[in-house]
Structure formats: C-alpha cells, structure tokens
C-alpha cells in the first residue's frame, strides 16, 4: 500500500533501492529536515514511519496503526514546508495508485486547503472512476484533458527523434498510424529501430530497409507486445521477474526470485528503454 507516496518520498529524498540501510537512514533524515527547517529535529518516530513507508524494515501487526501512522508524518511534512514555502506537490500515474494512496491524498487536499499548495495529477481519465468520492467531487479543481497532437506536431516529434532528414513515407506512416499520441509515435520508432528497418548513423537514424515491409501494430498494447517478442527469453524473464516486485525493483530482488545473474539483461534492457536506472 501506498506506493504512490513511497515513490513520491524515495525520489524525492534520493533513496536507493538496495543501499546501505544507514545510508538511507541518513538520506530520510536530511530529507525530514529540509520538509520541516534547517533548524528542526527529526524524530525516531518520523524516520520510523518513512522507513516503513519505504519498505526499509519490516512491518508489524496492525496495519492499520501503521498506516495511520505514515499518513501523520506525511500531513506534518508538507503542512511544515508550506509554513516556508509554497508547494508543487506532482504526482504521475495516479490511475494506477492503490486505495490507501488515494485515501491519503483525499486527506492531504483537505488539510492543506489553507495553504499556498499546487497539486498536478497526471492520469488516464479512469482515474476518477477508482477516486474516493470525497476526492473526485472537491469543487476546487481544473480537469485538463489532453487531446491528440496534431499531424504538424507528429511530425516534428518523429523529426526530433530521428533527425530532419526523414523520407517522407516515413513520416507519413509512422504519424498516420499514432493518431495523434505521442507514446505511440515513440513505441513505433522502437518497433522499426528493433526490427531492423531503422540504423543508427553517428547521432542520427538512417532507414536501412522499406517501413512498408515492417508489420507496426495498431495498439500501444500490441506495439510494447511486439518489442517483447522480439526480446531474447533471458531478458523477458527478467522484465516479468521485475513486475512481480513493482515499478521499482533492485537486482537483489531478481536474484531472490531466480533471475541468476541478471546484470547484463538490465543493462541490455536499459539501452533499449525498456527500463530506467534510477
């Protein structure tokens, strides 16, 4: 439960999964300092909790005292910036937050409601359909929705990505396809580069073989589908491995779960932008 805020919180105090436990420790402290002044003194119980939120140590009975616990300390933390400071409070992916995350962001709205706050949530629209009610319905809040990039912009998106010089049926294709979404747009220039239909030329793109010749398919879905299939089952394993601890894993975990050595895979994986080092 709440890896939304756990994400939030590791980003944000520079956290590494996998390091020194004292390490991070230290980190969540000077994070803790720096929410509530230079001149404060974080408590064992406010580095508790945090490190509890991020799965530094293990939980203890009764969940719900713990959770009530975090959602203190996190209330105290962004009341205490914003006694020095306004803030832009970011969060991404918020379809895919759990209900305790939610819960405490309903929560938090509430009680920084006096001060000078900005909340950006970026989500698909279903979000609304998993919010609590309290949260979907607050009066206080703008929903922009994002409509498809126009074909001038497809363009330019595919001219940014593979250079200006892009044959004009490259161009029309791969744009004529997305339909105006750019992670579509990106998903398929990973397909024709995967494929072999694209080559890299110094800094540059070049096309090695016709894009007609190339099968591009007519979802994200099938399109990130393809580019797993096209995965040596070494790296799928790892990738599957992976989703099993989360969007953010350490290779300790991959070893725990029987990746053997999968230093190689990650890295393979990362040039390919299948995954992001953090």
Do not use: Y
Not at 118 to 129: A, N, Q, S, Y
Not at 194 to 204: I, N, P, S, V
Not at 234 to 243: G, H, M, N, P
């Amino acid at each position: 439960p709440l890896t939304l805020w756990a994400s939030a919180i590791r980003a944000k105090s520079g956290v590494l999964a996998g390091e020194d436990h004292d390490a991070s420790v230290r980190k969540l402290r000077e994070f803790t300092r720096f929410m509530l002044g230079p001149a404060s003194d974080p408590t064992a119980e406010t580095i508790d909790a945090l490190a509890l939120l991020l799965g530094l140590r293990s939980t203890e009975p009764g969940t719900d005292a713990l959770r009530g616990r975090v959602f203190a300390v996190l209330v105290d933390l962004l009341r205490g910036v914003t006694q020095r400071m306004p803030l832009l409070l970011v969060l991404e992916d918020v379809h895919w937050a759990d209900r305790p995350s939610l819960d405490l962001l309903d929560l938090l709205l509430d009680r920084l409601a006096d001060r000078a706050v900005f909340v950006l949530l970026l989500g698909r629209p279903e979000f609304l359909d998993v919010a609590p009610g309290a949260l979907a319905s607050k009066d206080f809040h703008t929903r922009l929705d994002l409509r498809p990039i126009s074909q001038r912009a497809g363009v330019a998106l595919v001219k940014h990505v593979l250079g200006s010089d892009v044959p004009e049926d490259v161009l029309a294709r791969v744009v004529a396809r997305a339909e105006g979404t750019p992670l579509f747009i990106e998903e398929i220039l990973h397909v024709l580069a995967e494929d072999g239909a694209l080559a890299r030329d110094g800094k540059t793109w070049r096309v090695a073989r016709a894009i007609n010749t190339v099968d591009i398919p007519l979802t994200v879905e099938a399109v990130l589908q393809a580019r797993l299939d096209l995965l040596p089952p070494t790296e799928r394993d790892v990738l599957q491995k992976a989703s099993v601890v989360g969007e953010t894993f350490w290779d300790g975990a991959l070893r725990t779960l029987g990746a053997g050595a999968p230093e190689a895979s990650l890295v393979h994986l990362c040039s390919r932008e299948f995954l992001r080092l953090q």
